[in-house]
């Protein structure tokens, strides 16, 4: 069902129902849309990164909410963890192939950004 609603310069058609599941792009802020989730991503990118070297690299997160975040990113097929060293523990996250698809949203969005001055 549609309706027409009128603005200041032309008529518009809108589409009055509403969406009985989530739309594409809802669902998809659910996978990037997470707190620093795009962040992890983003400073992934060029290769694994241990642990505590990701937490320094985002700065105002918590260690808990990094460990948080990594987790529904591995999930999610996006990161993969390796343990380094047993003693002490020694943990890398890389970016998974699935999760590279993302890096495009992501350089896009940078230069929107940028581009705005936001």
Not at 62 to 84: A, F, H, N, P
Not at 95 to 104: N, P, S, Y
């Amino acid at each position: 069902m549609t309706n027409t609603i009128k603005t200041k310069t032309k008529l518009k058609e809108i589409n009055s129902q509403s969406c009985q599941e989530p739309c594409l792009i809802e669902r998809g802020m659910r996978v990037l849309g997470g707190k620093w989730k795009a962040s992890i991503l983003w400073h992934l990118k060029d290769g694994p990164v241990r642990f505590n070297e990701l937490s320094r690299m985002l700065g105002g997160a918590s260690k808990k909410m990094v460990d948080q975040r990594l987790k529904e990113l591995e999930v999610q097929g996006l990161v993969t963890r390796e343990v380094i060293s047993d003693r002490p523990i020694a943990v890398a996250y890389e970016i998974t192939d699935f999760g590279r698809t993302a890096l495009d949203i992501l350089e896009k969005l940078k230069d929107w950004t940028q581009a705005n001055n936001i």
